[in-house]
T-cell receptor, first 114, second 114 residues
């Protein structure tokens, strides 16, 4: 079965600190990759996505993620976090041969301290 | 576009009662997904439809759960009878099947079963 692992369950950072959230998946074929963010009390929103091409993708609000195929990883990064980045972050994998079925990680809760 | 619309936003009911959650996908989208989010289990896919046809319902926890999509603009998730362990936030998402596209999430329905 496909799996998506987010090893950091809860991260606490001070403002201006750098962020890296890990995401690893188990599927061996071609995949589309996504990071979603869920602000407190809100629904999931897309941060960024990777389909093909440059493995370093840039998303909204200064976030970026790098796809490393050999490591089955798609880690999310931001050089300097803000208090407003406090949210839950979900990695999702869409294997090409599954149509548009997504597999989500369990999420990482980020708390940014002012 | 109004985005994915879900109703009600909050539902409080007593154990044993029937609960119906509703979703209107984004116009033009032909895939629809129902997810359940809890603290313990994270985000779980319950069922998804392509072109109004259920494709994978393996995530539906029990026979008490059923979902329908009578047309391209409406879907329901029904729980009968409801139990306290069904308390969760239920999200509906829509997308375009057959392409490399993201899923767009609705605001969710927070269900509390007493």
């Amino acid at each position: 079965a496909q799996s998506v692992s987010q090893h950091n369950h809860h991260v606490i950072l001070s403002e201006a600190a750098s962020l890296e959230l890990g995401c690893n998946y188990s599927y061996g074929g071609t995949v589309n990759l996504f990071w979603y963010v869920q602000y407190p009390g809100q629904h999931l929103q897309l941060l960024l996505k990777y389909f093909s091409g440059d493995p370093l993708v840039k998303g909204i609000k200064g976030f970026e993620a790098e796809f490393i195929k050999s490591k089955f990883s798609f880690n999310l990064r931001k050089p300097s976090v803000q208090w407003s980045d406090t949210a839950e972050y979900f990695c999702a994998v869409n294997p090409w041969n599954t149509g548009n079925q997504f597999y989500f990680g369990t999420g990482t809760s980020l708390t940014v301290i002012p | 576009d109004a985005g994915v619309i879900q109703s009600p936003r909050h539902e409080v009911t007593e154990m044993g009662q029937e609960v119906t959650l509703r979703c209107k996908p984004i116009s033009g989208h032909n895939s629809l997904f129902w997810y359940r989010q809890t603290m313990m289990r994270g985000l779980e896919l319950l069922i998804y439809f392509n072109n109004n046809v259920p494709i994978d319902d393996s995530g539906m926890p029990e026979d008490r759960f059923s979902a329908k999509m009578p047309n391209a603009s409406f879907s329901t998730l029904k729980i009968q009878p409801s139990e306290p362990r069904d308390s969760a936030v239920y999200f509906c998402a829509s997308g375009i099947a057959g392409g490399v596209n993201e899923q767009f999430f609705g605001p969710g329905t927070r269900l509390t079963v007493l």
